[in-house]
């Protein structure tokens, strides 16, 4: 109930006071970034991922005990390490690392979106709707890197790239997927133009016909780095459902449209035609290589942006007026029936056989103040991270 209640509060916010000027309305923009906030700070075991870290949190080096141990050499990245040990400094309880984690990734996208988008409150309900339980229960590490890559974005567009570099690294010491960061500068360049229809069929045809070639590719060029090679060998190993074949699709289909739209809005989109050629790119190998979503996660609200500012945009302008209404309402339509695709999954296997749905990660929501365990979530959890393991 908890999860429609904010979705209605966003709609009507959306819906009011995207036509309010920015000052008058930033009382409401504060109010929606502290909603979330506690969401996510007062949630008892709700999600997926974020079970597992809650349940190592204990486990984990106190400052004190990250003076002895070579933070450079461990499972995971060195400032995952440093802001767990921040938070057990002042409290053992995981619900202290729930509200800084929840404050640092959402300050940071509802500062990009508020910069960057032309209608911040549609943007925050995109973001909701779309990728706020999977950024924030799912993904707690990597969101942390995708926060500091989206604050080196600006530095990015001016071409500033010692301080775009020294956030990629900075990201980098959070997941040791940022490292593909480092490389987004040279795709910027050379896909700085919107991808024409001859591009789009010959990358069609690489996902069907050669993801072999994309794997043995990307791990000899990650080989020098062990943590990263090993992952990489992981996620492309994932199976490859019939949803997430689905979803995928259904998630490609909206960046096409929108590619489509920008390609008669060139000079304004300048800066987002690159962030959508890449997005669309990642998304679609992610079709047959489950892993590479992981990459397209740190673009995610780039394409967000980009979405709203096209058609802000196309309003403007009097010859593509017409496509406000016929392009934005499938765009929509598609993103959230891949939703659907994403959280209706089939996870009795996990539940023992018995009947348990992935959106159960998620719901019911339970608080600190009503510590219910819910046994298809356990179930769910410990039966995957048990199989994960057995590999």
Request: net charge positive; glycine share 2%.
């Amino acid at each position: 109930m908890i999860y429609f209640l904010i979705l209605i509060y966003f709609l009507f916010v959306a819906f009011v006071f995207d036509r309010v000027d920015k000052k008058k309305s930033n009382i409401i923009y504060f109010s929606q970034f502290v909603t979330l906030v506690l969401l996510l700070t007062f949630r008892f075991r709700v999600g997926g991922d974020s079970l597992f870290y809650e349940d190592s949190y204990r486990y984990l080096y106190t400052f004190q005990e990250l003076k002895k141990v070579d933070i450079f050499n461990q499972l995971y990245q060195p400032l995952w390490y440093v802001i767990n040990a921040f938070t057990k400094s002042i409290s053992k309880e995981f619900i202290l690392f729930q509200f800084v984690h929840g404050l640092i990734v959402n300050s940071v996208i509802f500062y990009v979106i508020n910069r960057f988008c032309e209608k911040r409150f549609i943007g925050l309900l995109l973001y909701y709707v779309l990728f706020f339980i999977y950024f924030n229960t799912e993904i707690l590490r990597e969101s942390l890197a995708i926060a500091i890559f989206l604050i080196s974005f600006p530095y990015l567009t001016k071409k500033k790239y010692i301080h775009y570099f020294v956030l990629c690294f900075i990201a980098f010491m959070f997941h040791a997927f940022a490292l593909f960061t480092f490389f987004v500068p040279l795709f910027f360049f050379l896909l700085r133009k919107p991808l024409n229809v001859s591009a789009i069929v010959i990358l069609f045809i690489v996902v069907i016909f050669l993801p072999g070639l994309l794997i043995d590719t990307l791990t000899k060029i990650f080989s020098f780095n062990e943590f990263v090679e090993k992952q990489l060998k992981f996620y492309t190993k994932l199976e490859i459902n019939v949803n997430g074949i689905v979803k995928g699709l259904f998630d490609i289909i909206p960046i096409l449209i929108l590619m489509f739209l920008q390609r008669r809005l060139r000079e304004e989109q300048k800066y987002f035609i690159p962030a959508v050629n890449i997005y669309f790119i990642l998304v679609l190998f992610s079709i047959s290589l489950a892993g590479v979503a992981r990459l397209s996660n740190y673009f995610a609200i780039l394409f967000i942006i980009s979405y709203i500012n096209t058609f802000v945009l196309i309003s403007r302008n009097n010859s593509l007026r017409k496509y406000r209404l016929t392009h934005a309402i499938p765009i929509v339509c598609f993103l959230l029936i891949g939703q659907y695709f994403y959280f209706a999954r089939d996870a009795s296997k996990y539940n023992y056989g018995n009947e348990a749905y992935f959106y159960h990660r998620y719901y019911p929501y339970n608080t600190i103040f009503d510590p219910v365990i819910e046994i298809k979530r356990e179930n769910i959890y410990r039966k995957f991270m048990k199989d994960e393991a057995e590999k």
